[in-house]
Nanobody, 115 residues
Framework: VQLQASGGGLVQAGESLGLSCAAS????????MGWYRQPPGKQREWVAT???????GYLDSVKGRFTISRDNAKNTVYLQMNSLKPEDTAVYYCNAVKSDGIQYWGEGTQVTVSS
């Protein structure tokens, strides 16, 4: 099982960044996919989820700015981040979870937003 996140980087406040997470080793379409983040010195927090039927949910502070999507044909989940703020600076992780509790985590990708 592998979840490979990519797309992080350094941007200025107000700019956009897109993250991708390519999955392998499990039946991607059966899993809800999520993005989490861990800001410096803080605990990891949930950011967004897209279910196996493409229902979505977002952390209040990113609603209207971030969009999660998935492509089951490519086994990939995306996070489009617009109007980035310095407080969005964090290591971003993708997550896969199934209704029976099976869960996988990927390695993180750093997003840094300068003011």
């Amino acid at each position: 099982v592998q979840l490979q996140a990519s797309g992080g980087g350094l941007v200025q406040a107000g700019e956009s960044l897109g993250l991708s997470c390519a999955a392998s080793g499990f039946l991607f379409s059966n899993f809800a996919m999520g993005w989490y983040r861990q800001p410096p010195g803080k605990q990891r927090e949930w950011v967004a989820t897209i279910t196996s039927v493409s229902s979505t949910g977002y952390l209040d502070s990113v609603k209207g700015r971030f969009t999660i999507s998935r492509d089951n044909a490519k086994n990939t989940v995306y996070l489009q981040m617009n109007s980035l703020k310095p407080e969005d600076t964090a290591v971003y992780y993708c997550n896969a979870v199934k209704s029976d509790g099976i869960q996988y985590w990927g390695e993180g990708t750093q997003v840094t937003v300068s003011s």
